[in-house]
């Protein structure tokens, strides 16, 4: 009963819809800029680099979305008067052994990936190590990138999916809306203009994967360690100078970017597979109620929860 979590807070929709709205209208005139800018983005951001430094404007990148997750913070404990555990979980207290093993088993699974388009396509990549600015890169990366991450996470598959869940009262509707919002968000990424819109599907996809994740376990946990390993190992595994993340990374990938099938293989067959680990490893069932069933009311919900405290 995760998304019902929310009903532990002071309820008012209006709450839920001024983070989001905020945060929409910074992505919006970020992506007009972007469309709209005289100067070649690739351009801009090179000259930025050669100026400032690749660690300097890694933090840049990272900076507003770091704060942006002590501002969801806030705003959920102060505003809403609701518990960070309630906003993180449906257990009694937060299980952080899921999060270490969806960061685990998907930053083994990226890492291995990478090495071997490496090994199959080395033409593809150029040994980029320094060990000082690497060793930078790491401090700073293993500090801000799960924060960077977890803000998404508690924005879109925390704090809007409970919003959006009791506003429609199922679960359909917050899964599919906090998915294409997640994909949404990223269509400022010079990914975006390098690979086209077609590049969305794998956004979108992937917001539609971690939101199954949230719903089925009834809890962050799981896509708090899945976006903050594939951050992080891709950080520091991998660079290009026309993706978001460009970083004194191990390797500098300098193919010509293309959007191919490979793109959409993790929507189409390796989420997929994850999700079946999961499910066996934490017992998930009836998924037809726990993706597009009903949300109770709060009524229903709070009695329940005073049934279940009063019993021996």
């Avoid at 992505?27 to 690749?54: A, F």
């Amino acid at each position: 009963m995760y998304i019902e979590q929310g009903y532990k807070g002071n309820i008012g929709l209006w709450k839920y819809w001024i983070p989001i709205l905020c945060f929409s209208s910074l992505m919006v005139v970020n992506y007009l800029m972007t469309i709209n800018s005289p100067v070649d983005v690739d351009v801009m951001m090179k000259e930025m680099i050669d100026t400032i430094g690749l660690n300097l404007f890694f933090i840049l990148a990272l900076g507003p979305l770091v704060v942006g997750f002590f501002g969801i913070l806030g705003w959920v404990y102060l505003v809403h008067g609701q518990s960070l555990v309630s906003l993180t979980t449906s257990r009694k207290k937060v299980d952080w052994k899921r999060t270490v093993f969806a960061f685990v088993l998907w930053g083994g699974i990226t890492a291995v990936l990478m090495g071997l388009d490496i090994m199959m396509s080395p033409e593809d990549y150029v040994f980029n190590f320094k060990p000082i600015p690497f060793l930078i890169l790491m401090v700073m990366a293993i500090f801000l990138i799960p924060l960077q991450t977890s803000f998404e996470e508690y924005l879109f598959r925390g704090h809007l999916m409970q919003g959006f869940g009791i506003l429609a009262r199922n679960r359909w509707v917050p899964l599919l809306v906090t998915s294409v919002l997640f994909g949404v968000m990223h269509m400022a990424n010079p990914e975006v203009g390098k690979l086209g819109y077609g590049i969305m599907v794998f956004y979108i996809g992937t917001g539609l994967f971690l939101g199954i994740l949230t719903l089925m376990d009834e809890g962050l946990e799981l896509s708090l360690g899945f976006h903050a390993a594939n951050n992080l190992i891709t950080a520091l595994l991998v660079t290009a100078d026309w993706t978001a993340f460009q970083t004194n990374s191990i390797y500098k990938d300098v193919s010509e970017p293309t959007l191919g099938w490979d793109v959409f293989i993790p929507v189409l067959i390796i989420y997929p597979i994850l999700l079946w680990v999961f499910s066996k490893k934490y017992g998930w069932s009836h998924w037809k109620e726990r993706l597009t069933g009903k949300v109770m009311t709060k009524d229903i919900y709070l009695a329940r929860n005073a049934d279940a405290t009063s019993l021996p």
